[in-house]
């Protein structure tokens, strides 16, 4: 057991076809795999930890994201070196 380490992060989005298209390749290039995909979300795993995306049910839907709202701000991922980071940037 990993007593704790991050066992999971999941994210509502309000369009999952864009945020899976931008998210999997990142994570890919991270050494995440592909996971679970179902109907409505996917996830990328590493180890232990895995990231989810589900798509927002419509009620919900127009409640717009801003990242100084109270909610997530941002995540930080390690990369192997600062020319990765560039690279990945491009």
Known sequence: MSKGLLHHIELYVSDLKKSTDFWGWFLEDLGYHSFQKWENGQSWKLEETY????????PFSN???HRQNVGLNHLAFHASSRQHVDDMTQ
């Open 63 to 65: 409640n717009s994201y």
């Open 51 to 58: 990231i989810v995306f589900v798509q927002v049910k419509e």
